[in-house]
């Protein structure tokens, strides 16, 4: 393994206290909760949109945290839930007379400390919300789940729950709202190597030169089949077809397309990807109103990509529009 990396122990804090060194002015820092938190949240007149799970997909979550994006995040360990008294302190420290809404991707670790941090938190008086990402096709039940997994879209979910909280929209609204973006997402992913976790000293799974895993997890869990390699338009073709048929999106869709790294692409590969992708929704008779290349949820330092079509309507344009602030810059 070689990896810029100290204690493996230390991986996630010290990785966590980098991010807050660098975001001094805008991002608050809780160690002892794994809490990375907007500086100037909570406020009782927005409700708070709060995330946590494992590490190792950044910038999800922590680095989506924001204005316009997450009011704060508690990651666990890396492809790790995190511990439930982590996500109960969130939603403490998060408190709004508006709620709190949790967004939980669905994985059963995640879910079940979520529950158990909501169900303390009620109990305290804190009014919460929660909306579950399921937006992966690959498969219906796998290693860490019971039904879908949470992976990319996850991403729109953020982005139009938080922008309709600085809008002043209420828990309930948003909890619809989420739901509703949830319900017109899709994605699938491909893998083309493994990845190690700093803490395991070896990779999560092993795969050979001329080999891919279709339809993978952002843990590594298996996805619908193994193949053999081919060239990127064949890989493009079979995933495109696999996430347009779920939903199923139809000619005239109006749609955003997100073309997701898992964090050892490429960006010249990413786009040669795209220009598939775009072919192909062409061909589909999709209109792409929107379009997002680059690394969104990774699985550390594995070569892979996963597509995500978003069916768009005249609200989720607007909130996609609407402008955010979080620790990622260009320039």
Same mark, same amino acid.
């Given at each position: ?29 809780? /160690? ?8 100037? &949240? ?6 708070? #949109?709060?995330?946590?799970? =494992? ?12 204005? $316009? &994006? ?13 511990? &439930? ?14 709620? @709190? ?23 305290? =008086?804190?009014?919460?919300? @929660? ?45 619809? %709202? ?25 990779? #999560? ?9 279709? $339809? #993978? ?17 064949? #890989?493009?073709?079979? @995933? ?6 779920? %939903? ?12 997701? =790294?898992?964090? =050892?692409? /490429?960006?010249?590969? %990413? ?5 598939? @992708? ?7 008779? %999709? ?45």
């Amino acid at each position: 393994m070689k990896k810029f990396v100290n204690d493996p122990a230390n991986f996630v804090r010290e990785m966590m206290e980098g991010l807050a060194l660098a975001n001094g002015s805008t991002l608050r820092w809780i /160690p002892e909760y794994n809490i990375i938190s907007r500086a100037d &949240m909570p406020r009782n007149d927005k409700v708070s #949109i709060i995330q946590g799970s =494992g590490s190792g997909h950044e910038p999800a979550h922590i680095m989506m945290v924001g204005k $316009g &994006m997450l009011d704060a995040a508690c990651p666990g360990n890396v492809f790790a839930a995190p511990p &439930m008294e982590y996500c109960y302190e969130c939603i403490k420290l998060m408190k709004s007379e508006r709620g @709190v809404l949790n967004l939980v991707n669905n994985y059963q670790g995640d879910r079940m400390v979520w529950d158990m941090a909501r169900e303390m938190a009620e109990a305290d =008086g804190i009014k919460v919300g @929660v909306v579950i990402i399921d937006d992966d096709v690959a498969v219906q039940n796998s290693t860490y789940t019971v039904g879908r997994r949470g992976v990319a879209g996850n991403w729109f979910v953020i982005k139009c729950c938080a922008a309709a909280a600085e809008r002043g929209a209420t828990l309930e609204e948003l909890v619809s %709202l989420g739901k509703k973006v949830n319900s017109v997402v899709r994605t699938m992913g491909v893998a083309l190597t493994s990845c190690t976790p700093a803490a395991k000293g070896t990779a #999560i799974f092993e795969i050979g030169d001329d080999a891919m895993e279709v $339809g #993978i997890g952002i843990h590594g869990e298996p996805g619908r089949f193994r193949a053999k390699m081919k060239q990127a338009d064949g #890989i493009v073709d079979d @995933v495109f077809d696999a996430v347009v048929k779920d %939903l199923p999106f139809k000619r005239g869709d109006r749609v955003a397309v997100m073309v997701n =790294g898992m964090g =050892g692409t /490429p960006f010249s590969e %990413l786009y040669l990807l795209y220009r598939r @992708v775009a072919q192909d929704c062409a061909k589909g008779g %999709l209109e792409v109103a929107r379009n997002y290349v680059g690394s969104y949820c990774t699985s550390l330092e594995m070569a892979g990509v996963s597509l995500t079509l978003l069916r768009l309507d005249g609200e989720i344009e607007k909130l996609l529009d609407a402008p955010a602030e979080i620790p990622i810059r260009v320039f």
